[in-house]
């Protein structure tokens, strides 16, 4: 995840220089998360820009700008979470409208980057499929994208567009301290999410466990072993995708088996396709934590056991800074 995160001060620091952003600042969506759009929007103490998007009655998607940018600083709130297709398709469109559109510069803001996991060629004769979801983007006519909590950082060397890259993990952390849980140990499900779990332990002064799993099919994964002393303590599981949460379950499974006395959970981006809720239900997971990154699943919404807490106050601060050309490192320590 790399030494750095956006911290809480930094965001509550950033409402000082708030007032009118500059008129030439324009924000929209498409229909993957309008609320999260607008709560950004709220931050920006703007109006959400409208757009027209519909579709024609073979499916096609049909995008109309309905307002001027030309000259505009354009920021398009776009997570390309399920339908995936759909959202992307969408997004693609409504940043070539605003490119023939003559707008000044187009930011794809993706809270959630699909087809991230499909990063390299793990057998032979498959896409990079990441990779081809950054050219699209930047053939469409964007500038530069925001992205959070991609699967793995190395994601932005696909792009020949700048690539902003926040973490959710100030939002997270500030959230798990205030439950403040006695004998915490920040768990990682997997080796390849160890570098943002000692992260989040550093800024925790928590202990590290690490969970050694072996993948046995694509949407299916065993656990081996658990790397670290988890017995007696409150294990957090921290990782960045929760999708079909089988690796959450057996994560939870191996800890409490090797007698950890708490199991709870944080993601970023709450995917929950396919049997992810009956699994989460029917586990000992005392909690899962997400973010707004993508919008809840209707069948998850009022479950007492998932909390989301909101990443736009985040992202606006980003947009902010971007669009005043100001430092968006100057956000990380």
């Given at each position: 995840?790399?030494?750095?995160a956006?911290?809480?001060?930094?965001?509550?620091?950033?409402p000082?220089?708030?007032?009118?952003?500059?008129?030439?600042?324009?924000?929209?969506?498409?229909?993957?998360?309008?609320?999260?759009?607008?709560?950004?929007?709220?931050?920006?103490?703007?109006?959400?820009?409208?757009?027209?998007?519909?579709?024609?009655?073979?499916?096609?998607?049909?995008?109309?700008?309905?307002?001027?940018?030309r000259g505009a600083?354009?920021?398009?709130?776009?997570?390309?979470?399920?339908p995936?297709?759909?959202?992307l398709?969408?997004?693609?469109?409504?940043i070539?409208?605003?490119?023939?559109?003559?707008?000044?510069?187009?930011?794809?803001?993706?809270?959630?980057?699909?087809?991230?996991?499909?990063?390299?060629?793990?057998?032979?004769?498959?896409?990079?499929?990441?990779?081809l979801v950054?050219?699209?983007?930047?053939?469409?006519?964007?500038?530069r994208?925001?992205?959070?909590?991609?699967?793995t950082?190395q994601?932005?060397?696909?792009?020949n567009?700048?690539?902003?890259?926040?973490?959710?993990?100030?939002?997270?952390?500030d959230?798990?301290?205030?439950?403040?849980?006695?004998?915490?140990?920040?768990?990682?499900?997997?080796?390849?999410?160890?570098?943002?779990?000692?992260?989040?332990?550093?800024?925790?002064d928590?202990?590290?466990?690490?969970?050694d799993?072996?993948?046995?099919?694509m949407?299916?994964?065993?656990?081996?072993?658990?790397?670290?002393?988890?017995?007696?303590?409150t294990?957090v599981?921290?990782?960045?995708?929760i999708?079909?949460?089988?690796?959450?379950?057996?994560?939870?499974?191996?800890?409490?088996?090797?007698?950890a006395r708490?199991?709870l959970?944080?993601?970023?981006?709450?995917?929950?396709?396919?049997?992810?809720?009956?699994?989460?239900?029917?586990?000992?997971l005392?909690?899962?934590?997400?973010t707004?990154s993508?919008?809840?699943?209707?069948?998850?919404?009022?479950?007492?056991?998932?909390?989301?807490?909101?990443?736009?106050?985040?992202l606006?601060?980003?947009?902010?800074?971007?669009?005043e050309e100001?430092?968006?490192?100057?956000?990380?320590?």
């Open positions: 995840m790399g030494a750095k956006i911290t809480e001060a930094a965001i509550a620091a950033a000082a220089r708030r007032g009118r952003v500059g008129e030439k600042l324009k924000v929209f969506t498409g229909t993957a998360n309008e609320p999260l759009a607008l709560a950004i929007c709220e931050h920006l103490d703007l109006p959400l820009s409208e757009r027209t998007l519909t579709r024609f009655s073979d499916g096609e998607c049909y995008v109309h700008i309905a307002e001027n940018v600083d354009v920021f398009v709130v776009q997570p390309t979470c399920n995936v297709d759909t959202h398709m969408e997004l693609l469109l409504m070539d409208a605003l490119k023939r559109a003559s707008a000044r510069r187009i930011t794809a803001v993706m809270p959630y980057y699909g087809y991230a996991r499909q990063d390299r060629k793990d057998r032979p004769r498959v896409p990079i499929s990441s990779k950054a050219d699209l983007l930047s053939r469409a006519g964007a500038h994208a925001l992205t959070l909590d991609l699967h950082p994601i932005q060397g696909f792009f567009i700048p690539v902003d890259h926040l973490f959710a993990s100030p939002v997270l952390v959230y798990i301290k205030k439950l403040d849980l006695p004998d915490l140990t920040v768990v990682s499900p997997d080796a390849g999410g160890v570098e943002r779990a000692r992260f989040f332990a550093k800024k925790m928590s202990a590290l466990a690490i969970v799993k072996r993948r046995v099919a949407d299916e994964s065993e656990v081996m072993n658990v790397i670290g002393d988890v017995s007696g303590r294990a599981i921290l990782d960045d995708i999708d079909t949460a089988g690796t959450l379950v057996k994560t939870a499974d191996a800890l409490l088996a090797q007698g708490r199991v959970a944080c993601a970023t981006h709450a995917v929950l396709s396919g049997p992810a809720l009956e699994r989460i239900r029917a586990s000992r005392e909690q899962v934590v997400v707004d993508i919008p809840l699943r209707a069948a998850a919404q009022g479950d007492p056991r998932i909390c989301v807490l909101s990443v736009s106050g985040l606006a601060t980003a947009i902010r800074n971007i669009h100001s430092s968006v490192s100057s956000l990380f320590i």
